[in-house]
């Protein structure tokens, strides 16, 4: 099983520049979500999504957007990026019916934001 | 809003235990939960406990929980190196649909 796969792995951006972070999860899942990692601070919920069609904030959604427009796929749309966002972000889906559904993570990405 | 705290470092013997602390904030959650994290990787979960239980028991791995005092516990028996790795504690509370509240982590460095 893939489980939940995240593309790119790592990606350098100049600031102002665009691009979306791709997430994919084969588990059927309903819940999907995006958290960011930085040293010291764990990880802050971006954006989730409990099904197709829904997406609503999390922690820290400035700077970011997100469509779910199938159950698979959940990408995250960085519209201008700035070096505070130099991060790494990781994209994590679970079964939304059961209430001990844990979270399954993708490896993550490694953005740099110059 | 919720909060989950734990210390940064742990450094230990190989062969010795380990223990990681954690304490959360939020009076309603509901399950708690421990994922490792090696290097270049997600998260995986370790293990989790329901918040009406004290403890759990799985082969190396023993969860603690003072619900009282909102303190939860990780101990590796026998830890080896490829126990190396940043440990999360995590809680699900009830505000909100499936929202789940990392730690900082505590990154646990194995000595041989």
């Known amino acids: 099983n893939a489980g939940v796969t995240q593309t790119p792995k790592f990606q350098v951006l100049k600031t102002g520049q665009s691009m979306t972070l791709q997430c994919a999860q084969d588990m059927n899942h309903e819940y999907m979500s995006w958290y960011r990692q930085d040293p010291g601070m764990g990880l802050r919920l971006i954006h989730y999504s409990v099904g197709a069609g829904i997406t609503d904030q999390g922690e820290v959604p400035n700077g970011y957007n997100v469509s779910r427009s199938t159950t698979e796929d959940f990408p995250l749309r960085l519209l201008s990026a700035a070096p505070s966002q130099t991060s790494v972000y990781f994209c994590?889906?679970?079964?939304?019916?059961?209430?001990?559904?844990?979270?399954?993570f993708g490896n993550g990405t490694r953005l740099t934001v110059t | 809003g919720e909060d989950v705290e734990q210390s940064l470092f742990l450094s230990v013997r190989e062969g010795d235990s380990s223990v990681i602390n954690c304490t959360y904030t939020?009076?309603?959650?509901?399950?708690l939960y421990w994922y490792k994290q090696e290097p270049g990787a997600g998260l995986q979960l370790l293990t989790y406990?329901?918040?009406?239980?004290d403890m759990k028991q799985d082969q190396r791995l023993t969860v603690l929980l003072n619900k009282k005092d909102k303190h939860l516990s990780l101990r590796i028996a026998d830890t080896q190196t490829g126990d190396s790795a940043i440990y999360f504690c995590a809680e699900k509370g009830t505000g909100g649909y499936q929202k789940v509240t990392f730690g900082t982590g505590t990154k646990l460095q194995v000595i041989p």
């Open positions: 406990i329901f918040s009406n239980m």
């Open positions: 939020d009076s309603s959650s509901t399950y």
């Open positions: 994590a889906s679970s079964y939304s019916g059961h209430n001990n559904s844990p979270l399954h």
